[in-house]
């Protein structure tokens, strides 16, 4: 028989005999992830052309088509967790407080618990440009057989079990770690199942890319700024290329194949920075690290932080080790030479 890629579904089964003491829960909840994507994935495809439909018979349309794409990614993804009865808690960037699983079997007895950001880069939407969706795990702090409590989701990114993305773009893929390095699915829409196509991820050392926000320079830190320059600067192989899309999972996916980083500092504007730590930087840490990356809010580790808010923001430094490295350079020089 001719030779094909592993599909996600196999690839699943295939690692969870080799976490001996596992019970399985973990696998199911990936499983769930990748039945939600599809979902989403046919929603985001079919975003722009709802609106067609709708101009023929305007009047018939009603609410639910009208939904917004990441008020609908959030239902679905809360929906496939809930009703398969495999986490104890969910929190959402869409909703302002976490999620208690409570199921006919007394679902109080799972121990994960999943953050997530359902749509990333959502106003990228209308205008055809790739978004995402991103997903945390962790194992639950408070006893098994108990509603799900705050802590339970405070807890700093080393403790992630898993974490993952889903990209909706040309071709939609599935990227995740559960801390044995990182895998991508691609998606045969045609036949609806995920493929492994980018086994054990590497992100390069160094890179040419860099991602910033750059009309928020005037705000930006002076390290940042100065970092910026020297991004600017015709020496070696630089100046560097500037890619910005304006979705963290975009531009954070193209600079892991391709070598690059990816800055959201803090800003006069948002001093604490844009993106959540929860949901957004804690999960894009875990698999840059795992795949040889960098991750840090400047100057610290980012999967070090002691989170004490649920949509808490962090400023965000991510990608190829060495720019990173360099970056912080930066941000350590200028903070010694404020004193
Ligand atoms: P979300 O769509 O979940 O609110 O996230 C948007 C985030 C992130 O994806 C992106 O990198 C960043 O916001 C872009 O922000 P700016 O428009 O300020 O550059
Ligand atoms: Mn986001
Ligand atoms: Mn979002």
Do not use: W
């Amino acid at each position: 028989m001719e030779e094909r890629n592993k599909t996600l579904g196999e690839f699943i089964i295939e690692n969870q005999a080799a976490f001996q003491y596992s019970s399985g829960e973990l696998s199911r909840i990936i499983n769930s992830i990748r039945l939600a994507a599809k979902v989403v994935n046919y929603k985001v495809n079919k975003a722009g052309l709802v609106d067609i439909i709708g101009a023929a018979g305007a009047q018939n349309i009603q609410g639910e088509d009208q939904q917004k794409l990441d008020v609908y990614a959030n239902e679905i993804f809360i929906q496939t967790l809930i009703n398969r009865e495999i986490v104890c808690g969910i929190a959402s960037e869409e909703n302002d407080e976490y999620i208690t699983v409570e199921g006919n079997d007394n679902c109080h007895n799972n121990k994960y618990v999943v953050l997530m950001d359902p749509l990333d880069g959502s106003s990228n939407i209308d205008v055809n440009v790739s978004v995402g969706t991103i997903f945390s795990v962790y194992r639950r702090i408070s006893p098994v057989g108990t509603p799900v409590t705050i802590e339970d989701f405070l807890q700093p990114g080393i403790n992630q079990v898993a974490a993952g993305y889903v990209i909706y773009s040309t071709s939609t893929m599935l990227v995740y770690t559960t801390g044995h390095g990182v895998n991508g699915f691609t998606l045969n829409p045609a036949i609806g199942t995920f493929y492994l196509s980018h086994p054990n991820i590497q992100f390069p050392k160094n890179g040419i890319i860099y991602s910033v926000n750059e009309g928020n320079y005037v705000h930006f830190p002076q390290g940042v700024k100065d970092y910026i320059k020297y991004c600017q600067l015709e020496e070696d192989e630089r100046p560097y290329t500037s890619r910005y899309i304006g979705s963290l999972v975009s531009d954070i996916h193209r600079n892991m194949l391709k070598g690059g980083i990816y800055l959201y500092p803090t800003s006069s504007k948002s001093p604490k920075g844009k993106l959540r730590l929860l949901y957004e930087c804690n999960p894009m840490a875990f698999i840059v690290e795992q795949a040889g990356g960098k991750a840090s809010d400047g100057l610290n580790r980012i999967m070090e932080i002691e989170p004490k808010e649920l949509h808490e923001r962090a400023p965000f430094f991510c990608g190829s080790y060495n720019m990173v490295e360099k970056a912080e350079d930066f941000m350590r020089l200028a903070k010694l030479s404020k004193y």
